[in-house]
């Protein structure tokens, strides 16, 4: 099946270095410390964050640092297919531990010892790039949860389609067939802290598709800060500063 | 707790959102004298909801309904099954009602919400006894094709009032739904078109083409109210319905006829006048949902 036509337009009429189109709200959910949507495309997710609050369980309380926990879970009518379970199955789990492990990095724990930060990410329409956009929209709900960070955290993906690096698949191209590389950044220390990729890849190639994806990452880091700008001023305005 | 004296002066030295949290029957009862709410609302007053099209493009019909910061988005997926041998002519719905961990700081992924099973039961049997749906109309094949029709509404935020803004969006998304196409394969088996399908099949083998909407023959739409001693307070938000213990939800359909009444026990005993005040206000209410229902419905029609 042909991904990129001979013009070079992709499925979707995006250019291979082109991104889908980004936007994202803070504040969504009233009721969370700090919540956020994040739309790529067709990908639609928001994230929930509540702490630092009390440790649900106390034998997992650490006398030193926060406890960061994580659920990933996906809209029954999500993906084209009605789906039955819609987390606890393997990819939800592993999905979950590795937003976890990325955020966690970024979150100065050793600041709310004795404390649990919950970070919920639903996902309510999936189109491929879940993954990123779940971490992009956790950022966001960090941030208006006031949580302490080194650096927020961007995400994208990219792959290698009809000889062609693609950046930011979408699912079509996703299940294609051929590699897809996700990775995570912080953007300011320039530090990649997620790298994920399936399938096979020539090393040189895989070097250029994942300069690819980190591009991808700061592109999305300029928006996201465009947005905490944008919210910051928002906050300033209905303070009267 | 120490003397009322007591707590008493400790409220009047303490700021607002102290006194919230310290003494949070004591605040809301000092509002409910003053004729007012703490969200500032007047005594009987719902508030305002909103509905719009859910914009989930996977599903056949969805729909976003907003009371106050509660949300929940609703959406429907239909696929084709035999229908049961018993009711050969009838087709099937099932709802469920989710509340994800994001919806609220009560619920954890080892602890789900005590409510969410409850008020998924709620919206099943009050959508099925309303008779919004006939099952017939559901039938493509008797004895061979059905449709099977999925509504799950997610609990985007929860601040109260989560059985009528579920309603509220179930009823939308049912007004929204468009049936997918279907027709009928070389062995005699029907199948869902894709929207992105083959042009060139498009008009031949289709089945149902004149047929894309369900006939609605009436609308329920829903009022939960607290009791608190002698006040009814229509539209409690979540923080209310911690200090209610007694919650009474009419249920009325377009046509004006009682649907369904739940009042699920609790200390505060319910005469007729107040059961009588509740429908009223119910009423008052339907017409307000109805109008932005069919605003909303009209709007869509249009793009």
Known sequence: ?241 | MGLPNESGDLLSKMDSDASRRLFPLRFYESHLSNSTRPDGRPLKSAREAFVGPGDVASADGSAMTKIGSTTMLAAIKMEIMTPSADKPDEGSIAVEFYMPPICSPLVRPGRPAEIAPVISKQLYDTIMSSGMIDLKELSLTSGKAAWMVYLDIYCLDADGALFDAALYSAAAAFSFLQIPVVSLSEEGRLTIIPEEGNGDKSDKDVVNKGKRKLTISSLPFSLTCGLHKNYILPDPTSEEETLMETFVTVVLNSSGHLVSLYKPGGPVLAQTSTIQDCIALTRQRMTDLQKSLDEAITEMKMD
Request: hydrophobic share 40%; glycine share 6%; with cysteine.
């Open chain 1, 1 to 241: 099946m042909e991904y990129v036509s001979p013009e070079g337009l992709r499925i979707d009429g995006r250019r291979p270095l082109e991104m889908r189109k980004l936007h994202a709200e803070m504040g969504v959910v009233a009721k969370a410390d700090g919540s956020a949507s994040f739309v790529m495309g067709n990908t639609k997710v928001i994230a929930a964050v509540y702490g630092p609050r009390e440790v649900q369980n106390r034998s997992q309380q650490m006398s030193d640092q926060a406890l960061v926990r994580c659920e990933y879970s996906m809209a029954n009518f999500s993906t084209g297919d009605r789906m039955r379970k819609q987390k606890g199955d393997r990819r939800s789990t592993e999905i979950s531990l590795v937003i976890r492990q990325t955020l966690e990095a970024c979150i100065l724990t050793h600041l709310m010892p004795r404390s649990q930060i919950d970070i919920y990410v639903q996902v309510l329409q999936a189109d491929g790039g879940t993954r990123s956009a779940c971490i992009n929209a956790a950022t966001l709900a960090l941030a208006d949860a006031a949580i302490p960070m080194r650096d927020i955290v961007t995400s994208c993906s990219a792959g290698y389609l009809n000889s062609t690096p693609l950046l930011d698949l979408n699912y079509v191209e996703d299940s294609a067939g051929g590699p897809d590389v996700t990775v995570g950044i912080l953007p300011k220390m320039d530090k990649v802290t997620l790298l994920q990729m399936d399938s096979k890849l020539p090393i040189d190639i895989f070097e250029n598709v994942m300069q690819l994806a980190i591009e991808g990452c700061k592109a999305v880091a300029t928006y996201i800060q465009e947005i905490l700008l944008e919210n910051t001023k928002q906050l300033e305005y209905h303070r009267g500063v």
